[in-house]
Structure formats: structure tokens, C-alpha cells
């Protein structure tokens, strides 16, 4: 079941744009006390519905506090790039695929770079295993057999990669 994308913005606003409302009001550039807001793209990695609503609750969100301005965005939305069943668990074996996309982007804008791509260490102190712990021990209830092979072969534990998303002016 979905969740409400306008809930999810109300939330956000609440939390990071507290003053929005008297700044649109008064036709004053927005501002929040976050400047990146980070969630899954719009397939949601496994077409999950709350990832989905997520998705579409941030980027409301942030379109929220450029719509009826002349003023840019005080927030870059990233998402979480969405790939294929085969990539999705190939682990490591994945960075490969992943660098070469990411290769391919022209980051122009330095402070707002259309790409980002993260890689966790296999080993050593904050590496995969505290990834692990992370998803074991937050997830307890959901932790059936079959989703320690999904961490065990998934590629969002070893690499990620975010794509800037683009809103078109109002």
C-alpha cells in the first residue's frame, strides 16, 4: 500500500522548511536547514510501494519550495539509482557496471553534481559488516532466511549511486 506523497512532504517541510510557509507568503527565497535530501528513484530498487511513496514525498517536497518562485531550490533531491535483478545480486562484482555509468555523466556544477557514487569497504573498521549490522539488527523482524542472501549478494551494500533530480522551472 502506498503511502501519501503529501503527508510524507508535509513532514518533510515540517522538519527541514519550518519557515516556508511565512517565506512564500512573503515572496522570500526558501530556506531549510538541510541542503541534500537523499531517497530511493522512482522504481523504488524493488518497486517497493513505501520506497516508491518516499520518492514521490521528497521530490513534492522540494518541488514545493521552488513552485511559484524565482529562486532555486535551498535542497538537491538524490535517489538511489534503481537497477536490473542481475546487477542488483552481483555484489561487488557490480562496481565495475556502476563506474562506467557513472563515468559517462558531465558534472559541470561542482556544488550540484548530477551524480554521486558511494563504496564501502569490505573490510576493515566501518566497513560491510557494519552494514550489515545495520540492516540485521533495524530490520530484526523482517529478517527471515532468505534476506541474509540478499545482503549477502546485494550490491547496495557494497555500492551505491545517486542521481541528481531535475525539476523543470515553473
Not at 522548511?17 to 512573503?26: L, M
Amino acid at each position: 500500500r502506498m503511502w501519501d506523497k503529501n503527508m510524507i512532504a508535509g513532514l518533510l517541510g515540517s522538519a527541514f522548511a519550518p519557515q516556508f510557509g511565512h517565506q512564500r507568503a512573503n515572496n522570500v527565497q526558501p530556506t531549510a536547514n538541510i541542503d541534500v535530501l537523499i531517497t530511493f528513484d522512482s522504481y523504488g530498487v524493488s518497486s517497493h510501494p513505501n520506497h516508491i511513496s518516499l520518492y514521490l514525498g521528497a521530490r513534492s517536497f522540494v518541488q514545493a519550495l521552488t513552485s511559484e518562485s524565482v529562486f532555486p531550490s535551498p535542497v538537491d533531491l538524490y535517489t538511489l539509482t534503481t537497477v536490473g535483478i542481475a546487477r542488483k545480486y552481483s555484489s561487488f562484482l557490480d562496481v565495475f557496471a556502476t563506474l562506467l555509468s557513472w563515468k559517462s555523466t558531465k558534472d559541470e556544477d561542482k556544488a550540484h553534481p548530477e551524480s554521486l557514487v558511494f563504496m564501502n569497504q569490505l573490510v576493515g573498521g566501518h566497513a560491510f559488516g557494519t552494514a550489515w549490522r545495520a540492516m540485521t539488527e533495524a530490520h530484526k523482524s523482517q529478517m527471515v532466511w532468505f534476506r541474509y542472501g540478499w545482503i549477502t549478494l546485494s550490491r547496495y551494500m557494497v555500492i551505491n549511486d545517486l542521481r541528481l533530480e531535475k525539476f523543470k522551472a515553473q
